[in-house]
């Protein structure tokens, strides 16, 4: 006899579909996880708002924000500052449900050949999350597929 211990509804409307690889994913801090899945629950033109998740889940503001913060770090919501004459005017975060690789997205770029390239920095780059400072070589060098 088979005993089944996970039952599943079988829903018609109103519900979600989410990759098992996101919820089975060990970098996300549960917290991260309980986040991401209400944002990817939401309409897609539903705009991500710190104060409502921080209402939703009994979170403080700024535990919101290093969740935010977590979310981007590992790929699953990435944040634009739009601008305005130089000036703040707002911040739009682009939820995925897997991670977002925006080395992928960026047309292949040739840099032309320098004359000692070595005394060339190129800074802030993100690599395996740390920001690093590295030459130029070692960017070209560099395979961004992980």
Not at 83 to 98: A, L, M, N, S
Not at 116 to 126: F, G, I
Request: net charge positive; proline share 4%; aromatic share 10%.
């Amino acid at each position: 006899m088979t005993e089944t211990f996970i039952n599943k509804s079988t829903l018609q409307e109103n519900y979600s579909t989410l990759p098992n690889k996101l919820i089975n994913d060990e970098k996300l801090s549960g917290d991260g996880l309980a986040v991401l899945v209400y944002l990817l629950s939401k309409p897609s033109d539903w705009k991500v708002n710190a104060q409502n998740i921080a209402n939703r889940f009994g979170y403080g503001i700024n535990k919101v924000y290093a969740i935010i913060k977590h979310l981007i770090q590992y790929g699953y919501v990435k944040k634009d500052v739009i601008r305005d004459q130089g000036k703040y005017t707002q911040i739009v975060y682009h939820v995925y449900d897997q991670p977002f690789e925006p080395f992928h997205c960026l047309p292949q770029m040739v840099l032309p050949e320098m004359e000692n390239s070595e005394a060339y920095k190129v800074k802030k780059v993100l690599m395996n999350s740390q920001k690093k400072s590295i030459t130029v070589s070692q960017l070209l060098s560099h395979s961004f597929s992980h």
